[in-house]
């Protein structure tokens, strides 16, 4: 194993472990991102033969896709069926959304908000998709790096409540991150992914600014 393969699949471990941080009290989750990132240009500047995943010039031949812009939009559906149904069965769920985001996200300012979701979406493909997922594929199938990849980045968002609740957010996002992790396998760009995260995200915070405000 050269070098930067064993980097890359110490990064891949140290991700996993920061991940499940949460589920021990420890709210560091949110490093797995500047870990992913970090190592991500490290590999990138290593391995200057891999493609590495954020290749703007084809975003236009991806756009021009319609099949793609099918996966785009899935995780908005999936946002609208998740909220659809806790409005109607969990309206705690929307408060919990909201205690879950709002340290990361600046409800009260548009432009700012904007911008954080735009980074933070682009952020998390890069460390999850391009990064975790694609080197997690060296060693495995698609198919299981994709659900491996979506177990460990579902249980980084997890936060403290109700069982129902906490499990009804974390099986939505399972749901869109092997969506993202699909998209990213079609495409080999974080860009692509990125937008249908952004998309989806926008749609999560105008419903919780909604119900909350």
């Given at each position: ?9 110490v990064a891949l471990i140290v991700m996993t472990i920061v991940s499940f941080s949460n589920l021990v009290g420890v709210n560091i989750a949110g490093l797995s991102v500047i870990v992913g990132i970090t ?87 890069i460390a999850w998709r391009a990064f975790f997922q694609k080197q997690l594929s060296k060693y495995i199938p698609i198919i299981p790096t994709i659900i491996l990849t979506s177990i460990i980045f579902s ?59």
């Amino acid at each position: 194993m050269n070098s930067n393969r064993s980097i890359s699949l110490v990064a891949l471990i140290v991700m996993t472990i920061v991940s499940f941080s949460n589920l021990v009290g420890v709210n560091i989750a949110g490093l797995s991102v500047i870990v992913g990132i970090t190592f991500f240009f490290i590999h990138r500047k290593l391995d200057k033969r891999d493609s590495d995943g954020l290749d703007i010039k084809v975003i236009r031949t991806y756009v021009k896709q319609k099949t793609i812009w099918l996966w785009i939009a899935l995780p908005l559906v999936m946002n609208i069926i998740c909220f659809s149904l806790a409005a109607v069965f969990l309206p705690e769920f929307i408060d919990h959304i909201h205690s879950r985001t709002e340290f990361v996200i600046s409800f009260d300012k548009l432009v700012l908000l904007v911008l954080q979701l735009a980074v933070l979406a682009l952020g998390e493909e890069i460390a999850w998709r391009a990064f975790f997922q694609k080197q997690l594929s060296k060693y495995i199938p698609i198919i299981p790096t994709i659900i491996l990849t979506s177990i460990i980045f579902s249980l980084g968002h997890f936060a403290v409540g109700s069982a129902v609740i906490v499990s009804y957010d974390i099986v939505f996002i399972f749901i869109n991150s092997v969506i993202y992790g699909v998209i990213f396998y079609k495409t080999n760009n974080a860009w692509i992914s990125t937008i249908s995260h952004f998309i989806a995200n926008v749609f999560s915070i105008i419903l919780i600014s909604v119900f909350i405000f």
